[in-house]
C-alpha cells in the first residue's frame, strides 16, 4: 500500500461522519471510505476524532500527548482524559463509535508543551506539563462533566498546586493517596522562592498528599542522587509506578514501592515511611541510553519497560526489557524481546496477561505475557494510527489506556489524534475476569443516536419477569420502559421514547430474576 502523507490523513479523517460504525479489521487493514488504510490485526477501530476536533473556544488545536480514562461511578459512563499541547481534553465515550467533545481545559500559563501528563484519583484528575514553567498541577473535579450536553465547555482547573513548575509524569498511588510529581525542574532560585527545602534541589520525586484531592499538600522531595546507592546516581526520574506491594518477595510485602525509570537505570524505592526514603535496589540492563518507562505485571513479578533512545542511538529494532523483581534487593534482567520494528518504543501498560505498548510510528502492540515465565513476550494484536510510514522518530502514537471495563482501550497520536479501539476475540481484555453471565441476551439501542426513541430485543433462556428503567446521566430514574413476564427463547421488544425528555445521555437498566444489564441511549436535538 502506498503511504499517505499526514495532510492527506487528516484532511479525510476529518470528514470522518459523528454517527460512523466500528470498522472492523479485515485483511490486515481498518478502512475507512474515501480516507485510506491503517495496518492492523485483531484490532477494530471504532471511534475516531481528529485535533481539529478538539478545537475550542480560547484553546485551538495542536499536537496530542498523553492520555487515561476515567469511569464516572455513578453513571458508569467511560470519558477518555485526552492531552494536548495547550490543554486536556474531555471526551464522552458514551456511544464509542462517536465520541463527545465533553470540553477542554486550557494550560494555565497559557504556554505550550510538548509533554502534559495526566492521572486520576477519587474522581479527581491531576495535570503537569514539561517545559512549562509555573504550570503547576491543575486538579479537576472530574463529576463536573455530568450533564454538560451542549458545545465543548472551557473548564478552569478546581485547584492549582503551586509548588511544582515544569513536570514531565504525574505518577498516583490510588492505595495511598499519594500522587508523584517526576521529572520536575526548577530554574535557579524557583526552588527556594517556593520555601520548598534543599531536597528539591534534584529532579527526581515531588511528593503530594491528595487525599483531600482539592486540598492538595507537599510533603517532601527525593531521589537517588540524594540517597547513598548502589551503581548509578542519575538523579532525574523520567517515570515511575508507585503500588502498596504484593508480590514475590514476602520480605516487603505490604510496603509502598516506587519503581523508577531513571534514565539509565530502575530504581526500587521504598516510600513507606515519607521522612525516611530508602532505595532497595537499582537493576541495570544491557545497552542502555535513556530509561524511559516500564510497568510491573499484574502478579508483581516482573518490571517490563522501554530504553526510548536506544534505536535511534544504536541502531537497533525496537526491544522492550523485562526485569525480574523476584528479589527485589536484587533485579536482573529476565530476558529482552526484540520485536524487529523499525519504530521507537514510548509508554507501555500491562492489563490482565497482556501488555499494550505504544510505539509511536508503528502504533499500539498487544503483547501476550502468557510466556514470560519461559523468556517470551508474542505480539498477538496491533493498530497502527500513523499509517503514513514506519521509521525511528518522534512521530505517531504517544500513549494508550486499557483498563476500561467495556473492554475499548483509547490511544492518542501525536499528529492524528485521539482513537478509541477494540480488540477482538484474539485477544481477553483480562483472563482472570469471569465469563459473561449466560442465560440472556440483550441487543444494542437501535438507533443510536436517536432523536425519538429507539428499541431493543431481549431473550432469556428461562422465563422471568423482567424491569427495564430509563435513568439519567445523574443517576435519576426517569420512567419504566418495560416491565412484564418475559417467555423462554422468544424475542422480546424493549421500546424506550423519548417523550419530553432534553437531548442526552440516558442509561436503560434492565434486571431480570436471573441476570441484569444496562445499556446506554443518547438522545440528539
Not at 480 to 490: L, M, N, P, Q, Y
Not at 503 to 514: F, H, Q, S
Amino acid at each position: 500500500m502506498r503511504p499517505l502523507s499526514l495532510a492527506t490523513v487528516l484532511l479525510a479523517l476529518c470528514a470522518l461522519p459523528t454517527s460512523a460504525q466500528e470498522v472492523e479489521c479485515r485483511n490486515g487493514i481498518a478502512s475507512l471510505p474515501d480516507v485510506g488504510a491503517f495496518p492492523c490485526d485483531g484490532v477494530n477501530l471504532v471511534g475516531y476524532m481528529s485535533p481539529a476536533r478538539f478545537a475550542v473556544a480560547g484553546s485551538p488545536a495542536a499536537a496530542h500527548n498523553d492520555i487515561w480514562g476515567w469511569t464516572d461511578p455513578q453513571t458508569g459512563i467511560e470519558y477518555a482524559l485526552v492531552g494536548t499541547q495547550n490543554g486536556l481534553g474531555f471526551v464522552d465515550l458514551s456511544v464509542p463509535t462517536s465520541p463527545r467533545l465533553v470540553g477542554k481545559m486550557p494550560t494555565p500559563n497559557g504556554r505550550s508543551s510538548t509533554w502534559r501528563d495526566v492521572k486520576v484519583y477519587a474522581d479527581h484528575a491531576f495535570v503537569v506539563a514539561d517545559g512549562s514553567r509555573d504550570h503547576g498541577v491543575q486538579v479537576f473535579d472530574l463529576t463536573r462533566l455530568r450533564g454538560a450536553t451542549g458545545e465543548p465547555v472551557v473548564f478552569q482547573e478546581d485547584v492549582l498546586y503551586p509548588q511544582t513548575s515544569s513536570t514531565h509524569n504525574i505518577v498516583i498511588n490510588e492505595d495511598t493517596g499519594y500522587a508523584y510529581a517526576v521529572g520536575y525542574r526548577y530554574s535557579p532560585g524557583e526552588r527556594a522562592a517556593r520555601g520548598l527545602p534543599a531536597s528539591c534541589d534534584e529532579p527526581g520525586f515531588h511528593v503530594i498528599d491528595i487525599r483531600d484531592p482539592k486540598n492538595p499538600t507537599f510533603v517532601t522531595c527525593f531521589s537517588d542522587a540524594a540517597i547513598e546507592t548502589g551503581p548509578r546516581t542519575p538523579g532525574y526520574t523520567h517515570d515511575a509506578q508507585c503500588v502498596v506491594y504484593s508480590g514475590p518477595d514476602t520480605d516487603h510485602t505490604g510496603k509502598e514501592l516506587c519503581f523508577g525509570a531513571n534514565e539509565d537505570v530502575v530504581t526500587v524505592f521504598d516510600v513507606s515511611d515519607k521522612g525516611n526514603i530508602d532505595i532497595l535496589s537499582q537493576g541495570e540492563y544491557p545497552n542502555d541510553v535513556y530509561t524511559h518507562q516500564g510497568w510491573l505485571t499484574e502478579d508483581q513479578r516482573y518490571f517490563i519497560m522501554n530504553d526510548e533512545i536506544d534505536e535511534s542511538s544504536l541502531s537497533i529494532p525496537q526491544r522492550t526489557v523485562v526485569m525480574d523483581m523476584e528479589d527485589l534487593d536484587s533485579p536482573e534482567v529476565a530476558f529482552i524481546y526484540d520485536s524487529g520494528l523499525n519504530s521507537v518504543d514510548h509508554n507501555l501498560y500491562t492489563h490482565g496477561r497482556y501488555a499494550y505498548q505504544s510505539n509511536y510510528e508503528t502504533g499500539l502492540r498487544i503483547l501476550d505475557l502468557e510466556g514470560i515465565e519461559n523468556g517470551t513476550l508474542t505480539e498477538v494484536a496491533f493498530f497502527d494510527t500513523f499509517p503514513q510510514r514506519d521509521a525511528i522518530s518522534f512521530n505517531g502514537q504517544w500513549s494508550n489506556y486499557p483498563y476500561f471495563e467495556s473492554g475499548l482501550v483509547i490511544v492518542n497520536d501525536i499528529n492524528n489524534g485521539f482513537f478509541v479501539l477494540r480488540p477482538t476475540d484474539l485477544v481477553s481484555v483480562d483472563a482472570e475476569e469471569p465469563p459473561p453471565p449466560s442465560g440472556f441476551e440483550l441487543g444494542e439501542p437501535t438507533p443510536n443516536p436517536t432523536a425519538s426513541g429507539a428499541r431493543l430485543t431481549l431473550r432469556v433462556d428461562e422465563v422471568q419477569s423482567v424491569r427495564a428503567e430509563l435513568f439519567d446521566i445523574a443517576g435519576r430514574r426517569i420512567t419504566t420502559a418495560f416491565d412484564g413476564t418475559v417467555g423462554s427463547g422468544r424475542a422480546t421488544t424493549i421500546q424506550v421514547d423519548r417523550g419530553d425528555l432534553p437531548a442526552g445521555v440516558y442509561v436503560l437498566r434492565v434486571i431480570g430474576e436471573r441476570f441484569e444489564a444496562s445499556r446506554r441511549i443518547v438522545f440528539t436535538r
